[in-house]
């Protein structure tokens, strides 16, 4: 079981809007930096969002991060069918003095 | 370029060892902190540890989960990060792979995977 949680999945429709919500404790979301990264099938992760809300060169600004208290949500619009992906938040945990991610979320572009 | 190339993955046999290499380029390698994130068959990521940079230490985190098994070291004059498996176990069989850390896992090589089977 993972110490932040997410939806297992999400889906909408192409050119749509989509959150996914991370949910932890103030451990860590609560007191850390957010950062979301997206895997496409047989590939390794890529980093999405960083500092809650930055976008690395590359990142359309179609996706967008936010965090409230010990929440954090990925918001993605315009939907694409190559959004389809695994989408994983991560953060510090301070207590566990430890890297932690949430389980992921697979998005389904219908 | 940022390329990470994580190698030495392979089959092994439970209560073995093994070590894996990430060989860094196209960036300052003794700059950054460096990690291990490994993903097991159809799962999720998992955080295993990471490395700071000399500058703040150089000391290690790690996971519960591999504590006192696992053990992450860096040779700079190389750049290359190295995480040494001991005791093996079935459940450690993943994708090992060794993001750069700088507060977030921003760079990622293509992995390497480690089989713990008899």
């Known amino acids: 079981q993972s110490v932040l949680t997410q939806p297992p999945s999400v889906s909408a429709a192409p050119g749509q809007k989509v959150t996914i919500s991370c949910s932890g404790s103030?451990?860590?979301?609560?007191?850390?930096?957010v950062s979301w990264y997206k895997q496409l099938p047989g590939t390794a992760p890529k980093l999405l969002i960083y500092?809650?809300?930055k976008r690395p060169s590359g990142t359309p600004d179609r996706f967008s991060g936010s965090k409230s208290g010990t929440s954090a949500t990925l918001g993605i619009t315009g939907l694409q069918t190559g959004d389809e992906a695994d989408y994983y938040c991560?953060?510090?945990?301070?207590?566990?003095?430890?890297?932690?991610f949430g389980g992921g979320t697979k998005l389904t572009v219908l | 370029e940022v390329q990470l190339v994580e190698s030495g993955g392979g089959l092994v046999q439970p209560g073995r060892s093994l070590r894996l290499s990430c060989t860094a380029s196209?960036?300052?390698?003794?700059?950054?902190?460096m990690s291990w994130v490994r993903q097991a068959p159809g799962k999720g990521l998992e955080w295993v540890g990471f490395?700071?940079?000399?500058?703040?230490?150089?000391?290690?985190e790690y996971a519960a989960s591999v504590k006192g098994r696992f053990t992450i070291s860096r040779d700079d004059s190389k750049s290359i990060a190295y995480l040494q498996m001991n005791s093996l176990k079935t459940e450690d069989t993943a994708v090992y792979y060794c993001?750069?850390?700088?507060?977030?896992?921003?760079?990622w090589g293509q992995g390497s995977l480690v089989t713990v089977s008899s």
């Open positions: 993001p750069r850390y700088g507060g977030h896992f921003d760079y």
């Open positions: 103030s451990s860590n979301i609560g007191n850390n930096y």
């Open positions: 196209g960036f300052t390698f003794g700059d950054y902190a």
């Open positions: 991560g953060t510090w945990d301070s207590s566990l003095s430890a890297g932690v």
């Open positions: 490395i700071r940079s000399k500058a703040y230490g150089g000391t290690t």
């Open positions: 500092e809650n809300n």
